[in-house]
C-alpha cells in the first residue's frame, strides 16, 4: 500500500522535473498510480478518503494531491488532449462522494473538454446535472454558462447568468466567475453593449482587488522581521 504512494510521490515529482517536455508518459504514469494507491489504501481501510480533500489530510498532506491534479488537468489541455482530460476527470468523480465537497473544477474542466471535442450536448447536460443539484454553487453555473454558450444556448445561458447577478449589481469576490462568463455571453451574442457594461464593472472589481492588496502590501511590507 505505502509502495503504491511513494511511486505517486516519485512520479509526480519527476513530472516537475521534465515539465514542459512533449512527453505526457510519466503524468500518465502517475495518475495511474495515485488512482492505485487510493484504491489499494481503500481495498485495506474502506473509510479512506470518502470526500476528495481527505485525501490529502489523511496522508498528512505530504503529496500534494489537489495541486498536483490541477496541474495535470492545465497540461493536457494545453496540449490539447481533451479526450485524456474528460478520463482524468471522470474517474476522480467517480472515486469520490461529493457530499461535502463540489467537484467543481473537474466539472469545469470535463465540460471545457467535451466542448472542445464538439460534444457540446454532452457538457451542457453534465453542466445541469451538478448544477441541479447544487445551485448555489457559482462556479457551477458559470461552468454551465460556458457550456451553453459553446453549444449556441444563448437564452439558456442567458438565463443562468439572469439568476445570479443583474446589470446594475456590483462584482464581488462571489460573482466574479459569472461577469466573466456574462462577457463572453453577451459578446458571442453581439450585444456589444452589455458586454462592454459587464467588462466595466468587471474591471472595477479588479482594480478594487489590486488596491486592497497593494494596501495590505504596504501595511505588512517584508522587512527583517520576515
Not at 441541479?132 to 443562468?160: C, F, H, K, M, W
Not at 446589470?167 to 450585444?191: F, H, M, P, S
Request: charged share 35%.
Amino acid at each position: 500500500m505505502k509502495k503504491r504512494w511513494k511511486d505517486f510521490g516519485r512520479l509526480s515529482t519527476d513530472c516537475y522535473i521534465n515539465i514542459g517536455k512533449t512527453d505526457m508518459t510519466q503524468w500518465h504514469q502517475a495518475f495511474d498510480a495515485l488512482v492505485s494507491a487510493i484504491e489499494e489504501t481503500r481495498s485495506r481501510n474502506p473509510d479512506f478518503a470518502g470526500e476528495f480533500y481527505e485525501v490529502e489530510e489523511q496522508t498528512d498532506f505530504e503529496y500534494g494531491v489537489d495541486d498536483w491534479l490541477m496541474d495535470y488537468l492545465d497540461e493536457l489541455r494545453m496540449r490539447n488532449l481533451h479526450e485524456k482530460c474528460c478520463e482524468v476527470c471522470e474517474k476522480v468523480i467517480g472515486l469520490f462522494a461529493w457530499k461535502e465537497q463540489l467537484p467543481e473544477d473537474f466539472v469545469f474542466e470535463m465540460s471545457s473538454a467535451l466542448s472542445a471535442q464538439g460534444k457540446t450536448e454532452e457538457a451542457v447536460a453534465l453542466c445541469e446535472k451538478w448544477h441541479r443539484q447544487n445551485t448555489e454553487s457559482q462556479p457551477l453555473a458559470a461552468a454551465l454558462i460556458y457550456a451553453r454558450i459553446d453549444a449556441n444556448e444563448y437564452t439558456g445561458a442567458e438565463e443562468v447568468v439572469q439568476k445570479y447577478i443583474s446589470k446594475e449589481d456590483e462584482c464581488t469576490d462571489d460573482t466574479e466567475l459569472i461577469y466573466r462568463a456574462a462577457v463572453r455571453l453577451y459578446e458571442e451574442k453581439g450585444d456589444q453593449k452589455t458586454a462592454k457594461q459587464m467588462k466595466k464593472t468587471l474591471e472595477q472589481y479588479e482594480e478594487e482587488v489590486e488596491r486592497e492588496l497593494m494596501e495590505e502590501f504596504e501595511e505588512y511590507p517584508f522587512g527583517d522581521e520576515f
